[in-house]
């Protein structure tokens, strides 16, 4: 069926602090891409754009940083359906939808920061991060956001040149640099400049939790959702600083200054860090590329260093999902049919004598789930969610709230919620994701899930009528809703089970290196 397309040489045209910007209409979304919201020197603090005459069309969207490597499609696609885009160092862009242009009609605002840690993803990279439906189905501003990655956006240069004072931070100096474009403009795309919440998963939940220790973000966003994403690390300087890392890269490259590196093409630099770098991780060595570094422009770790006096008045909604990164294993199709005995072998293989301990738990913190799902159970982010949510509740004055997403997708008779499977829900967006279609489920699940973003976005609530009565988080209570095809509130429900995971199972991730 044809949609309706509305692109006049003035319609639908927005004023910005800077210029005026043409998007187009489709089906009553107001779309607009490619939006450069600041420009940046390699390693250095990222600076407002230039005025400009005229009307500039942003139709398309703008480039996206390079990535040290480029994954290729493979089987995971469909999982997590990609897509790929034209790559450049200068990639301070953001896209917008709406479903209004009207000044006065003052949405909440969502500012979207994408996966792929600090060193790879963009905001278009996954297929279900488009905005349309959100803005259309739940009438919220959605904001999608470009910045600066590895080490184009965190690399430690500083001792070489004043200009290069906060090099290590400034792929999140670039997401303030985009909140203060969504405070100055945003009003003219129907959005409420006192009404934006941050949200990401996966690094955009690490990137989420770094803003709101960030005193330069202050009063740029009023709530956060970090979903996936939350390891608690030690992220400040290790001893003997960046020096290592930079005398070999100067050394690879061949470079005589940093200012002469600084000039060189990226594929070259990139080349040179990926020969370089893997011996000085080994060493200990600070090696950069991997998110920011606790120092006067970035608090650090808020479970290590304690969270920013702002930042305890921030409500923030923070969840996971139950397999995460063991979930991409492949689905077990004897899930349905297994036996009681061969499950219980299957568990007894990780946990030895504490099996039955381990299986008594699972049961209890969930109940109906296949034991499949206790092999796969989460053990990278889930443990530090919980000291996350702790930490909040004794030294935070505002409302965190808990979730956990754990619903079977319908592959290979049923599969776990692995990493970025509840992205599509919160987006509105199942429908652009095979793999999330399960008629008679789908869509009443998607409605609860989204509408607890969107209702947090635009209340610091995510209380909706479809879903049971969801208190804050409290000390000593990590009230968790869990969303599957029952939603249900559940108090500490898997803290002993984690906690047993954890004493068991290999963590996936390991130590986060800088």
């Keep these: 069926m044809a949609k309706q397309f509305i692109c006049r040489p003035d319609y639908p045209v927005v004023q910005t602090k800077h210029g005026k910007l043409r998007g187009y209409v489709e089906d009553g979304t107001f779309k607009f891409f490619g939006i450069k919201y600041a420009d940046a020197k390699r390693w250095q603090m ?22 040290l490597r480029q994954d290729t499609p493979g089987s995971g696609e469909l999982k997590v359906p990609h897509r790929y885009w034209p790559m450049d160092e200068n990639c301070q862009y953001l896209n917008v939808w709406t479903s209004s242009i009207d000044p006065s ?8 920061y994408h996966g792929g840690g600090y060193s790879a993803g963009s905001s278009i990279e996954q297929v279900c991060y488009d905005g349309t439906s959100l803005a259309a189905n739940d009438d919220v501003v959605v904001v999608t956001v470009n910045h600066r990655l590895n080490i184009l956006g965190y690399f430690d240069v500083s001792e070489y040149g004043e200009e290069f004072y ?103 630099l990139a080349d040179a860090y990926n020969k370089v770098a893997p011996d000085l991780r080994k060493a200990g060595k600070y090696i950069g590329g991997n998110g920011p570094i606790k120092g006067d422009w970035y608090c650090g770790d808020p479970v290590t260093y304690g969270w920013r006096d702002h930042a305890k008045g921030i409500e923030m909604l923070i969840g996971s999902v139950i ?29 030895g004598d504490k099996a039955d301990k381990a299986i008594e738990l699972f049961k209890a913190a969930y109940p109906g789930k296949n034991l499949c799902d206790l092999m796969a159970i989460d053990t990278v982010f889930r443990p530090s969610k919980i000291k996350l949510i702790e930490s909040r509740s004794k030294e935070c004055s505002a409302a965190t709230y808990s979730y956990l997403f754990a ?4 592959l290979d008779c049923g599969a776990g919620a692995w990493h970025c499977s509840d992205i599509p829900f919160a987006f509105h967006n199942a ?11 789908t869509d009443a699940l998607e409605h609860r899930y989204s509408a607890a ?62």
């Design 323 to 351: 397999d995460e990164f063991k979930g991409f294993m492949p689905g077990r199709p004897d899930r349905l049919t297994m036996s009681e005995e061969t499950a219980h072998e299957m568990v007894a293989a990780e946990y």
């Design 46 to 67: 990222p600076v407002e754009v230039a005025d400009w005459d005229g009307i500039k069309d942003v139709f398309g969207y703008g480039y996206v940083s390079p990535m």
């Design 105 to 112: 009609a003052k949405k909440a605002v969502m500012v979207w």
């Design 453 to 514: 973003y969107t209702n947090f976005a635009k209340y610091g609530n995510p209380a909706d009528p479809s879903l049971p009565c969801w208190p804050a988080c409290e000390v000593g209570k990590e009230n968790t809703m869990v969303f599957d095809v029952e939603c249900a509130v559940r108090t500490n429900h898997d803290h002993e089970l984690i906690a047993l995971a954890v004493e068991n199972a290999a963590n996936f991730m390991g130590k986060i290196e800088h």
């Design 431 to 441: 429908a652009l994701v095979p793999i999330c279609n399960q008629p008679g489920v």
């Design 407 to 410: 619903f079977d997708f319908p």
């Design 166 to 268: 906060n090099s290590a931070n400034v792929g999140n100096a670039d997401m303030v640099a985009s909140l203060q474009w969504v405070h100055d403009n945003i009003q003219n795309f129907g959005g409420d400049p006192e009404n934006v919440t941050i949200f990401g998963q996966s690094g955009g939940g690490m990137k989420v939790i770094s803003l709101m220790q960030t005193p330069a973000a202050d009063g740029l966003f009023q709530h956060g959702i970090a979903m996936s994403g939350y390891i608690v690390q030690d992220d400040a300087m290790p001893e003997g600083g960046s020096k290592a890392i930079v005398e070999a890269m100067l050394a690879e490259t061949g470079a005589a200054t940093v200012q002469e590196m600084a000039e060189m093409p990226y594929s070259v």
